[in-house]
């Protein structure tokens, strides 16, 4: 989420103005952050928001990097109406995003189309002229549910496909048509649209393919996870998805391995402005967590999954403290024992135990 108070302390910030109900300019958000940890020296670099993760991933070097990209980059547009929360990153600091490299950008989610119709569009020639893929939004729905595909040299395929559900917050409005931009919607739990969508990926599947299904889907905080994801997630994996990949809640929720295969029902954030803001402190949102997922090439099983937690300082990513990997190791065997998922410590990271 690079857009709103991220935007601000980048090298060409956008229009700081919002539509929120307490807070008016995004510049507030950049207060907020400095009164908890500091003073952060804008402008800062594009590569600043990512702090030390950049070199994590110099240093893993993974085949693929993915992402939800939850803003719209644009500067026009309309806010849309209805909606408590715009967000919105400047076109000019596309390089923020780009810093990272990512090979696919998820875009199925409940930002991507907070100004209009102008402004996804302009999100969509912004990355398209960085040269970064995306998936799960488009100029109907065709292009919205247009897989992105990663060519891995001497292993074959990773396909990525990007789609939203209602619970997130996105809109009904904003399904993608054969006449109408937006995003790939589904439901929240198996229902005809979601076989067909099953039958779609396993008749697209071809041998050696790894499918990825990253999925925005349940609400910005809780544990809990509903019987309908559980069984979408499901659905998906026996329709050939080898990882689900869930977001939308602003912290870790609850990892699952079935069939061999991975699911993510929310990552939590990585990158946002929501640091120094009150409330929901039990979850420890300032927590910020890297999945690197290990997956056989040629059949998608899981081999081992490593998560790296951060902390966000001053909208900086730092690596954690030995207690935070402890506090996130201890959280994610309480929340995912009911999917007999246990967890380690391993050099400093979290890592699943199989």
Known sequence: MTGRGVDQILPHP?????????????????????????????PVPVTWPWGDALAVLD?????????????????????????????????ANIGCIAAARPDVCALAN????????????????????????????????????????????????????????RSSGIPHSWAATGTRPGVALLADRPDRAAYAFGEELASAKEPGDIVVVSIHWGPNWGYSVSTGHVELAHLLIDSGADVVHGHSSHHARP????????????????????????????????????????????????????MLPMRAERM????????????????LVQISDDFGTRCAQVDGMVELVR
């Open 316 to 331: 900086r990513l730092r690596r954690a403290t030995t207690a935070d990997v402890e506090h996130l190791c201890d959280i």
């Open 110 to 165: 409940n930002h991507v189309l907070d100004f209009g119709y102008q402004g996804l569009a302009e999100t969509l020639d912004t990355l398209a002229a960085a040269r970064i893929s995306m998936a799960g939004a488009g100029r109907d729905a065709a292009d919205a549910n247009r897989p992105a595909t990663v060519a891995i040299p001497e292993r074959g395929r990773l396909v990525v496909r990007s789609v939203g559900t």
């Open 255 to 306: 990892i699952e391995v079935y069939r061999d295969r991975l699911i993510l029902y929310g990552c939590g954030d990585f990158i946002n402005d929501y640091e120094g803001i009150a409330g929901n402190e039990e979850y420890r949102p300032d927590l910020r967590v890297m999945y690197l997922a290990t997956l056989e090439a040629g059949t998608g099983r899981l081999l081992r999954l490593r």
């Open 59 to 91: 240093q893993e070097r993974p085949d693929a990097r993915i992402i939800n990209l939850e803003t719209s980059i644009t500067s026009g547009g309309e806010p849309a109406p209805g909606k408590g929360i715009h967000y919105r990153m400047s076109p």
């Open 14 to 42: 956008g229009d700081p103005r919002l539509w929120e109900g307490y807070v008016r300019d995004a510049r507030g958000y950049v207060k907020l952050a400095e009164a908890a940890n500091g003073p952060i020296p804008a």
